[in-house]
């Protein structure tokens, strides 16, 4: 069984990379409230030339995806995974200029345009980065593993204040306990991606 690492081994493990490739991409995910969020905001802001790049960017408004709700797909549809993956194909080019549109929670629909420069360290962040399309793409991927009942009380808090900023406490639980909570259940039984990555890290 992996034993949890600390930040500081996550970091001299990538300054590791950095000494030996001109461009280092790594893949942060865990499960809904885990703490991959934080932890990339956090390497983000400490690390030297990074670029923090948003699973949640990828959404897919609502008029795309359908009853994507009332599936039981094991990863969820509600992403444009194409889209994602034709990002950091063209993005893993060392020097390289792209650009995405990001969805906007609030009106539904893609929004601003993100701008990127492929250099230094480009970290993916979401839940399902670490899924077998995409796990190729990183040369360092890491597991924040975190108790469910800390991530469902974690998320309950940021989603009142944000994305669902409106909708009562009640709705909100139920919503997680009915939809997100399986749906990361299914995904993370089926292919295990804490016993895949690199580095398993206590979202605690």
């Not at 995910?29 to 905001?41: D, E, F, M, Y």
């Not at 139920?174 to 895949?196: C, G, S």
Request: glycine share 6%; charged share 30%; hydrophobic share 30%.
């Amino acid at each position: 069984m992996m034993h949890h690492k600390t930040y500081g081994d996550l970091v001299e493990k990538i300054k590791d990379l950095q000494q030996k490739k001109e461009l280092v991409f790594v893949g942060i995910s865990g499960l809904g409230g885990s703490g991959k969020s934080t932890l990339s905001s956090r390497l983000h802001d400490e690390m030297k030339d990074a670029t923090l790049v948003c699973v949640d960017h990828f959404y897919l408004p609502s008029e795309k995806r359908g009853k994507t709700h009332n599936s039981e797909n094991i990863i969820s549809n509600c992403f444009d995974w194409d889209r994602l993956e034709s990002f950091l194909t063209a993005l893993s080019k060392p020097g390289c200029c792209t650009r995405y549109q990001k969805y906007n929670w609030n009106t539904d629909c893609l929004d601003d345009w993100v701008n990127i420069h492929s250099e230094g360290l480009v970290i993916v962040e979401g839940i399902y980065c670490l899924q077998d399309r995409l796990a190729h793409k990183y040369d360092l991927s890491v597991w924040v593993d975190t108790p469910v009942e800390l991530r469902f009380e974690r998320s309950i808090q940021r989603d009142k204040e944000g994305r669902f900023k409106g909708k009562s406490e009640e709705e909100i639980r139920k919503m997680w306990k009915e939809i997100w909570i399986p749906q990361d259940d299914r995904y993370f039984q089926k292919y295990r991606p804490d016993m895949k990555a690199d580095i398993l890290l206590s979202g605690v």
